[in-house]
C-alpha cells in the first residue's frame, strides 16, 4: 500500500513563522489527497468549527462535528477513507517535536499523556472549551500576521504554548472524569496491573533523562522481562519499548544541545554514552544530522 506522508500546505489562511514548516496555523480546512495518509513529523490539533467529516484513524473510524477536537501526536499513525460535507471545515495547529522546546509546556506534558491520547484522540468542547480557544486562536492569528514586534517569534511561541496547555488542561479534565466513570469495570486484577506497569514504565524513562537505552534496565527496575514489557507496551500504546526510550533520548539531547553550552564530550559523558563518537553517530541516525549541524541550526532558528 503507497502511504502519502501529508506535510503541512501552503498558501490562503495558512500562518507560519517565516517559511519553516515547524510551526504551522491553519485557518481553514483545505483538501487532501485520497488515500491513506501519515504525518512523520508534526503532531496535529484539529478543532471543527462547522459540519461533518469521518475518516479511519489507525484503523478506528471517527466522525467531528462542530465543536469537537482531535488531537493527532503519534508519529507514523495512518487517516484514511476521509470524507466531509460540503461545509465541513476546522482549525489547524500543526508543531513538530523541534518545536515544541519553544513552547512553554515542556515542564506539563508527559509521556503518561500519550496512554491517554492513544486511545482517545477526539473530545467533545464544552461551550466554555470553545469559547477560550476561540480567543487564543484569534489572538494566535493577529500576532503571527504583525511580524513587526522585535520579540515576534519569542510572542509567537508563548501564545501556542499557552493555548496547548489550556489543551492538555482539557485532556487531564477528561481523562480524569473517564477513569473516574470507569472505576470497577476492570475485568482482572491483571487488566488494572498492566495498565499501572505501563503508566509507571512512562515515568521512570523520562526520569532517567536519557541516560538509560536499553530495555532490559527498564523491566528489571520494573520486575518483569523485557519479552512482557514489550508486549504490554503494545497493548496500551501500540509502540515497542524502545521506540519510547528513543523518543525520550532524543529528547535528551535536543535539549542539551540547544539550551546548554555542554560540548560533544560532556554530553556524551552526561548521557552516558561510550565516547563522542558513539554519541555521534547515534544523534546522526535518530535525528538526520551531527549534533554540531544540530546546534548550529537552531542557533540560527532561537536567535
Known sequence: MNILSLIPRHGKDTLRIGDSDELVVMENFGALPKGPLTMDRHALVIICTEGMAQFDYNGTTYQLRKNDMFM????????????????????????????????DMQGKKSLTDLVYLKNHPKFTLTEAD?????????????????TSPILYHDL??????????????????????????????????????????????????EQSDGRIRRVEQFARQ???????????????????????????????????????????????????????????KYVKEHLGMTPLEYRNKYLKVDK
Open 222 to 280: 520494573l520486575n518483569v522481562t523485557p519479552k512482557y514489557l514489550s508486549r504490554l507496551l503494545r497493548e496500551t500504546l501500540d509502540r515497542k519499548p524502545s521506540d519510547i526510550i528513543s523518543l525520550y533520548t532524543e529528547k535528551a539531547i535536543e535539549y542539551r544541545l540547544r539550551f546548554t553550552d555542554m560540548t560533544m564530550q560532556q554530553i556524551a559523558n552526561d548521557l552516558k554514552f561510550a565516547n563522542p563518537s558513539f554519541f555521534g
Open 156 to 205: 509567537v511561541r508563548s501564545l501556542v504554548g499557552t493555548m496547548l496547555l489550556e489543551i492538555l488542561s482539557i485532556v487531564r479534565r477528561n481523562e480524569r472524569e473517564d477513569k473516574e466513570g470507569e472505576e470497577g469495570k476492570y475485568d482482572t486484577q491483571n487488566a488494572l496491573h498492566g495498565k499501572q506497569l505501563a503508566h509507571l514504565f512512562l515515568q521512570i524513562v
Open 72 to 103: 493527532h501526536i503519534m508519529l507514523h499513525s495512518v487517516a484514511d477513507n476521509f470524507m466531509a460535507s460540503a461545509d465541513f471545515n476546522c482549525r489547524q495547529i500543526w508543531f513538530t517535536r523541534s518545536e515544541t522546546w519553544n513552547v
Open 130 to 146: 470553545v469559547d477560550l480557544l476561540d480567543r487564543y486562536f484569534q489572538l494566535l492569528c493577529m500576532r503571527m500576521r504583525d
